[in-house]
């Protein structure tokens, strides 16, 4: 499946591409507001949607929040920006907040929602959420919750078919799609953040031209899954849940050897950026 991204003639002027097109091993088969862990999905996801908030390790980022107010142990009020409005220009309001999640809830799609209780609306910008327990006390614990939560107008999703239509906030807004052809992102002009306020690991898409046309680069393409994990089995009473003894097993194990001898190709190391919030540049 291939996507094909669009800027206007505007965006020209200031170095953007017109089109450029990208290759996908996975058909989103749908693109629904919720689960954006989907192997198709998820390039494309938040391209067209955003979230409250991005969760940064410990760090909650806010995106469409302005910040967060601890009313107690498991009650957070969360305030959103005044002016924010979908690709088709419907404002978003606490009113349209409370209803993405609860369409979320009702899908069955609440991946990682079993800290939340319920959300209501405090003010005409202020959301109020119910917790069953403190959820600043594990990190990570609202990472779906605040930060893989779509947020939508209640008027767009009336009105459209989100599987194959959706109406988000994001930077880019859907022109067409068809299911294991092809999904067209057009710019959306008008996107209600300002560059002081855009996560820019929310726009940017690199091209394997981009890394040809460097020779600090070398560039070999393959088809697959090359990623393999090995997970202990933790539970009480098996050996490897003894920390001492799973540490000396994975500092035993030789991953380029391995590497070599299972798929006869050097194993990556330092995957990924410091975008990723376990990032380690050693």
Known sequence: MAIAVTASAEELENGRLD???????NDPQELAPWNPNN??????????????????????VPVLAKGYTVVDETTVDVEIYEYIHDSENNPITADDI?????????????????????IEKVS?????????????VAIGALEFVWGGTAIFSQAA???NNFATSPVGTGPYKVTSYQSGSKLILEANENYWQTDELTLPTHFDM????????????VVEEKDGNFVYALLANCYEGNL??????????YYALDNYLISQAVTGYNPAVGAGT????????D
């Open 206 to 217: 690199a091209s394997l031209a981009d890394f040809r046309a460097n020779s600090n680069y």
């Open 98 to 118: 409370v209803y993405s999640y609860n369409v979320l809830v009702d899908s069955g799609y609440g991946i990682k929602y079993d800290i939340y209780e319920g």
């Open 124 to 136: 005409d910008y202020v959301v109020r959420f119910h917790f069953k327990e403190d959820p600043f």
């Open 240 to 249: 490897m849940a003894n920390e001492d003894l799973r540490k000396a097993v």
């Open 19 to 25: 089109k450029f097109s990208i290759g996908m091993a």
């Open 274 to 281: 410091k975008i990723f919030a376990d990032y380690d540049p």
């Open 39 to 60: 192997q198709g999905k998820n390039l494309v996801w938040h391209q067209i949607y955003e979230c409250l908030f991005d969760n940064k390790g410990a760090e909650y």
């Open 157 to 159: 999703y009336e009105s």
